[in-house]
């Protein structure tokens, strides 16, 4: 399973949605209910996911799933 | 759980997403002329002194408890529910809670122009917090705000607060937020910092700071119906509605949950905890235990009697309705 996958997969579990046909370019915003510790749920999960911190300003910078993938791709890279 | 909308006179004034302790000290009783003369005329006035702030919290707590009718009502018919209390009695607590809030208001005034004698009046040290991540849960109670800077001043910990904008998402009247915005300035200045907003990016970086094993304080007692996270907690028999945002926060940092008041008085502040609700499963039912062990120790500085909502489907429970 790719980076990406797996960004999906968890976004989709946080976000209570289906994965499949979930838009990784789109505003997470965008793909259903969100508040603000929606990011912070995300960012929990893919630290669990991945073994890694993500930091919050990666984070807060991130708009979408593919955003995020590559957030994690750095974060993980830089280990 | 659909977030209800109140009406904004009667909203609290630092509700969010999770709870947050208010820059303006919550909910005011007050309402046009009078919260006029409040905050333009009133605290910049009387509150300079320790003796002028104890006028004016008498006066406020005189004008909100025959004025606010609805929330005096609300306030007395839940006091007396829960505590078998006669409404005489219940008034008088309302009274006092009325004072509670706005002498931590001219305290806030007087310190603002005396640093020296805020130091005086802060407790000399605080007690240590438990090792790794902490979620101060706080209420608005005595002088939550003020006690936020003792621990920010006094602490070992790096503390930081959840303090919602004061912004046009945060509706109050003009002279209050006017003065909420100076007070906000005055606490990040004492402070050195230690603010964190609650937009989903300041949330972030709260967990970072938690993750850090940091501290954070937010007031707990927010309703549930202005926030998009809710639990139901059960007090005195009554289903309460309560923002659950900062026990989330506090469940993904697999935080300690440490209850705490802070209550004012001439001679000087005093910081209160409670035990520590030990990270794993859902803080809230031990949290909201410990905090109501608070509210029924000191009934009379609870600021929140009458902006309590009940859980949906129950009896309405809020002032205003």
């Known amino acids: 399973m790719t980076v990406l996958e797996r960004v999906t997969k968890v976004v989709a579990a946080v976000m209570r949605l289906p994965e499949v046909g979930l838009s990784t370019e789109a505003r997470l915003t965008s793909l259903g209910e969100t508040d603000s510790l929606t990011l912070a749920e995300i960012a929990t999960a893919l630290d669990a996911e991945f073994a890694i911190h993500v930091p919050s300003d990666e984070m807060a910078r991130a708009q979408s799933i593919a955003d995020l993938a590559r957030v994690v791709e750095r974060v993980t890279a830089g280990r | ?321």
């Open chain 2, 1 to 321: 759980m659909t977030p209800r909308r109140i009406a904004p006179e009667h909203a609290p004034a630092a509700p969010a997403p999770g709870n947050v302790v208010s820059a303006a000290h919550g909910p005011g009783a007050d309402e046009g002329m009078i919260a006029s003369w409040r905050y333009r005329r009133g605290l910049p006035l009387l509150a300079r002194g320790p003796v002028g702030g104890r006028i004016y919290a008498r006066l406020v707590a005189r004008a909100g408890g025959a004025h606010a009718v609805e929330r005096r009502r609300a306030a007395v018919a839940r006091l007396v529910r829960w505590y078998g209390v006669d409404a005489r009695r219940a008034a008088a607590i309302h009274r006092a809670c009325l004072l509670s809030e706005a002498q931590e208001e001219a305290d806030s005034l007087r310190f603002m122009h005396d640093p020296g004698a805020f130091e005086r009046w802060l407790p000399r040290d605080v007690p240590a917090l438990p090792a790794g991540p902490v979620v101060l849960a706080g209420l608005h109670l005595g002088s939550p705000v003020l006690g936020f800077l003792a621990l920010r001043r006094r602490g070992v910990r790096d503390v930081h607060a959840l303090v919602r904008a004061l912004d046009d998402g945060n509706p109050m009247q003009d002279e209050k937020r006017r003065w909420g915005e100076e007070k906000l300035a005055w606490v990040r200045s004492v402070g050195r910092g230690g603010i964190f907003g609650t937009e989903p990016a300041a949330i972030a970086a709260a967990r970072d700071h938690l993750c850090a094993g940091n501290a954070i304080f937010a007031a707990l007692d927010v309703p549930g119906d202005v926030v998009g996270r809710s639990a139901v907690v059960e007090m005195h028999g009554e289903r309460l509605l309560f923002a659950s945002g900062v026990l989330q926060l506090a469940r993904l940092t697999r935080s300690t949950v440490v209850p705490m008041v802070a209550l004012g008085s001439p001679r000087g502040l005093r910081l209160r905890f409670g035990a520590p609700i030990a990270p794993g499963g859902d803080p809230a039912a031990a949290t909201f235990a410990a905090l109501g062990d608070f509210v029924d120790r000191f009934p009379d500085e609870w600021w929140m009697w009458p902006y309590l909502r009940a859980a949906s489907g129950d009896r309405e429970s809020a002032a205003g309705d």
